[in-house]
């Protein structure tokens, strides 16, 4: 039976360079790769918006997985082929011990192939810099609200982004563990130091189950991936071979296949050159 093999990478720390860019060589090599045939996807915790942007002029033949696996993106479609929601009266407990660590953030729902992003207040200066971002340079649409329960009902819910110190996250992981139907993960920021996320989804929504609805979806026996953070271990988890760049977690590098360049000196894109040389 012939090898149908699939490259995917994570995107922050990995395809991405420290400037959140893909370099003008990584996009002409991988783009020639796709054109002699190789497969080439990404999985991050990105949503559509900010992942397109940034994918703009790479010729991806194969879905994406967002949001770290709580949907599925196909970008030639314009349109989401799977995603995984958060039931209302789960979001609902979520919101329930936000408001009791009193952190806050943003809740993502995807309604008639559409996201939409809500957010209650930007009252720290690391809330407004990733609101900022994300309108200046992706126009990614934002809605305010007085309270985000006013959208459960509505919508299908499907992540959670907060974001602060790894102390006052951690104090809330506890309450969060102790809820039915959710997963998250805990991480910390690639650019700015001190700066960690918890990110909250369904229980169904991992990099691992994304990759493998992939898999079977496109009919890949093999799946070579590529990643730095704790989010990626699903990834891992999920690949025939994972690859951690330099610059990634020591336990993201123990847990590897192997170890390639770090993420400003194009690792990916070269390794999959040379692997299809």
């Known amino acids: 039976m012939a090898i149908k093999s699939l490259y995917i990478s994570d995107l922050d720390g990995t395809l991405l360079n420290s400037s959140k860019e893909i370099s003008g060589y990584a996009r002409k090599t991988i783009n020639r790769l796709i054109e002699n045939g190789v497969y080439f996807s990404v999985a991050t915790a990105r949503t559509a918006v900010s992942s397109t942007k940034m994918l703009a002029g790479l010729h991806i033949n194969i879905p994406i997985i967002l949001m770290n696996g709580?949907?599925?993106?196909?970008?030639?479609a314009g349109k989401y082929i799977k995603t995984e929601t958060i039931p209302p009266e789960i979001a609902d407990a979520i919101l329930q011990v936000i408001r009791k660590h009193q952190i806050t953030g943003f809740m993502y729902a995807i309604s008639d192939n559409k996201l939409h992003a809500y957010y209650e207040l930007l009252n720290t200066p690391a809330l407004r810099d990733y609101y900022d971002e994300r309108v200046t340079q992706y126009a990614k649409p934002f809605e305010q609200v007085d309270c985000f329960s006013s959208k459960i009902t509505d919508n299908e819910i499907v992540y959670?982004?907060?974001m602060d110190t790894q102390?006052?996250?951690a104090n809330m992981v506890g309450d969060i563990k102790k809820l039915q139907g959710i997963d998250m993960v805990l991480s910390h920021d690639v650019y700015v130091e001190n700066l960690w996320f918890l990110e909250i989804y369904g229980p169904n929504a991992s990099k691992y189950n994304a990759v493998n609805y992939i898999r079977d979806y496109c009919g890949f026996n093999r799946i070579i991936g590529f990643g730095d953070n704790i989010n990626d271990?699903?990834?891992?988890?999920?690949?025939?071979?994972f690859y951690a760049v330099a610059n990634a977690l020591h336990v993201i590098k123990e847990k590897a296949t192997?170890?390639?360049g770090d993420n400003n000196s194009d690792a990916v894109a070269k390794y999959i050159a040379e692997k299809e040389a």
Do not use: Q
């Open 70 to 76: 709580a949907a599925i993106y196909d970008i030639a």
């Open 160 to 162: 959670f982004t907060l």
């Open 167 to 169: 102390e006052r996250l």
């Open 233 to 241: 271990l699903p990834l891992l988890n999920a690949c025939d071979e």
């Open 258 to 260: 192997g170890v390639i």
